[in-house]
């Protein structure tokens, strides 16, 4: 029984499963009954369903079955009025067919009219529309028009506002036309073309400044050249109130022209042709010669498009570049001053325009640029220049060049730049001047001395004598009085080298006009100047005279002559220094000349060369000497070379008139020192081991001879018997040799005839004895 019931249960379950799966398909749409049927087929009551599923489709064709006979009659009875109606409806279309015919054939001519209208009526109001449009499209074809025509003729500047009025205010009363929208995608290609045009131009004017920053330069320091001409001209006259002249007149003396040898139009190239003006037109200045509308023009087209500062930093950029460029001087530069000029020229150049951009222009450069870029010329300007002038060995050269340095400072200086630390390099100048007009002074010096025939100058005439008064200051009472002919006690180097001294202090006096430096500062270096030529080329010219091999006494004794007025002329040099300089010799830390004691070495020099010459002639002389110490004859007169000796030196001694006293003097008493030494070496040297009393008998009248010069006074101002004094040695050597041979032979003779010693001594010998 159970088993029934559980059988009846699944069977009821099943039933209502099925039910529920037949309503699920009736009530769901087709295409999401897929499910629905898997179910089925997922089960195992496949046939029992299908079974169940024919029955619900019998039980629904019954239903439809039923409907279709309740409503059959309704039907018949409406297709009978339908086909009722289709007659009376073909005769309604007969009849509109007709109707319409008829409408379309009387209608035909007024349709054609009525079209003809309406195309007329289109064209009024599209010719309208035009109208209006173009009317709205005229300004902006004409802005633009005017904008090519900008462009094409460089006016860049007028060309982007037109931009700005064509792209604010009339595209976009136009905007949706499409040539509009080409415009509007052609705005940024044209600023950016009117930038680069426009960058274009500044390249080019930054190009030709750079090649022509050299003729700006020469302007702006020829300006400064008159300036200061006239100021020295103003100084030096009377000022007359309806005369005078202003700084912008002083310009105008000059002429000047700059022709511009770039291809392009005035208005790119940078450069305006200047032709020569008249004396009394005034000189252009950078403005004039410079046309700057370039720079202008790309500053104001930067400053629109919003790229000012991209500007400013590309021309400081380029223009340091070009700093650069013409800081670097040529490698010959040193060779010519006209390399110095353009190194120059090219600087002021520089700077000059960079100032009148500066005081032109609203923050394109400021001060602190300026200063910079002046910071860095200054001192690459200043180490070209020692670098260059150390190679300079010509004093002319050296002179022009620190008269273009100032020139140049003061160029600058009328701009507003500092330049102290010129003027602070150009006293080291003057330091490298000073040593090459040494330089030059020692060959001067070295020439007069060479040339000069060391003989007292003869003069026929007054005139003559008074030439030579007028060359070197010279005073002697007892010469004036003597007639002509007569001479100076001086050689003609003495004036020559005394003109040449103030030669010197002439050139180290033009180094320091202009300088800024006090009288006191002037006086100073032409002092300690003038000093180095004297005791350092000056001496060493002498020196170097004094030491030749060749020279003679004659040569020596007129040195010392020269040298002593020489020395007697340095208080003249001191006048000449004090009446060019306005600075008295009291004045406190003057510096003295040190020619007295270049002329006083000079002269001790000389002194000593005589000293030395005499004593080696004197030594030349005694090689001749050819004693026989063991000859028996017994001489009657002095040796052939002391007689030509003692001849020279009368003759030498006779020269010594015009030296001073105690210079001669010296001189002779050193001579017979030096004789009376070198003879005493004769009898004493360790070859001589005998002698004869005929030897000593000779060489006792050579001692006579000296002895006889001596007291015969060869120098005046000798005391008496003082110059004897230098044989009194070799005198008692001599009277102790005779004595010792005298003493033997005296000996020999009592030994061997004792009463007849003194009878048998010749007549000679008694007279030695």
Known sequence: MERVKMAEAESLETAAEHERIL???ESTDTACIGPTLRSVYDGEEHGRFMEKLETRIRNHDREIEKMCNFHYQGFVDSITELLKVRGEAQKLKNQVTDTNRKLQHEGKELVIAMEELKQCRLQQRNISATVDKLMLCLPVLEMYSKLRDQMKTKRHYPALKTLEHLEHTYLPQVSHYRFCKVMVDNIPKLREEIKDVSMSDLKDF??????????????????????????????????????????KEAYTIFDTEIESTSPKSEQDSGILDVEDEEDDEEVPGAQDLVDFSPVYRCLHIYSVLGARETFENYYRKQRRKQARLVLQPPSNMHETLDGYRKYFNQIVGFFVVEDHILHTTQGLVNRAYIDELWEMALSKTIAALRTHSSYCSDPNLVLDLKNLIVLFADTLQVYGFPVNQLFDMLLEIRDQYSETLLKKWSGIFRNILDSDNYSPIPVTSEEMYKKVIGQFPFQDAELEKQPFPKKFPFSEFVPKVYNQIKEFIYACLKFSEDLHLSSTEVDDMIRKSTNLLLTRTLSNSLQNVIKRKNIGLTELVQIIINTTHLEKSCKYLEEFITNITNVLPETVHTTKLYGTTTFKDARHAAEEEIYTNLNQKIDQFLQLADYDWMTGDLGSKASDYLVDLIAFLRSTFAVFTHLPGKVAQTACMSACKHLATSLMQLLLEAEVRQLTLGALQQFNLDVRECEQFARSGPVPGFQEDTLQLAFIDLRQRLLSQLAFLGKQKLNFIGKTHPRKKFSLLTVHEKEVW
């Open 206 to 247: 930054l190009e030709s400044i750079r090649k022509h920053s050299d003729k700006i330069g020469e302007t702006a320091m020829k300006q400064a050249q008159q300036q200061r001409n006239l100021d020295n001209i103003i100084l030096q006259q009377p000022r007359i109130g309806s005369k005078r002249k202003s700084k």
């Open 23 to 25: 309503r699920e398909i």
